[in-house]
């Protein structure tokens, strides 16, 4: 809560059960035997900022995010310690992207969605 941008980059492997979770560049925590081997299928939701206690339900305001959300993307890959800086940095997307703030189709509560270039501007 100290008003400023961060970027927020969770890595997972499914293949290796790890995962990996960096901060503004920085690797923070990661671990192991974490949904090894499973799938992701196509054709469902995601869901942004709320934290649900059912699939696709159970929303309770007291667990939702409050503040803004100036990007965000998911690929079909994990990606490098490498790629991930560049991101953070805006240096560019690798390839890979399969969803972002792009194919958002539905809003509900009290989010508002807006254009605007401040990416660019992030510091």
């Given at each position: 809560?100290?008003?400023?941008w961060h970027h927020l980059c969770v890595v997972w492997s499914s293949i290796q059960?790890?995962?990996?979770?960096?901060?503004?560049?920085?690797?923070?925590?990661?671990?192991?035997?974490?949904?090894?081997?499973w799938e992701i299928h196509g054709g469902g939701s995601v869901v942004l900022g709320?934290?649900?206690?059912?699939?696709?339900?159970?929303?309770?305001?007291?667990?939702?995010?409050?503040?803004?959300?100036?990007?965000?993307?998911?690929?079909?890959?994990?990606?490098?310690?490498?790629?991930?800086?560049?991101?953070?940095?805006?240096?560019?997307?690798?390839?890979?992207?399969?969803?972002?703030?792009?194919?958002?189709?539905?809003?509900?509560?009290?989010?508002?969605?807006?254009?605007?270039?401040?990416?660019?501007?992030?510091?």
């Amino acid at each position: 809560m100290d008003a400023r941008w961060h970027h927020l980059c969770v890595v997972w492997s499914s293949i290796q059960g790890r995962f990996w979770h960096y901060v503004d560049r920085r690797l923070t925590s990661s671990g192991s035997h974490f949904r090894k081997g499973w799938e992701i299928h196509g054709g469902g939701s995601v869901v942004l900022g709320q934290e649900q206690d059912v699939v696709g339900g159970g929303f309770d305001s007291a667990e939702g995010f409050a503040g803004q959300i100036a990007g965000f993307r998911m690929w079909n890959r994990v990606l490098s310690t490498s790629e991930v800086e560049g991101v953070a940095e805006g240096r560019g997307l690798p390839r890979g992207v399969v969803l972002g703030m792009e194919d958002i189709k539905e809003v509900h509560g009290e989010v508002q969605q807006v254009a605007c270039e401040c990416l660019e501007h992030c510091v």
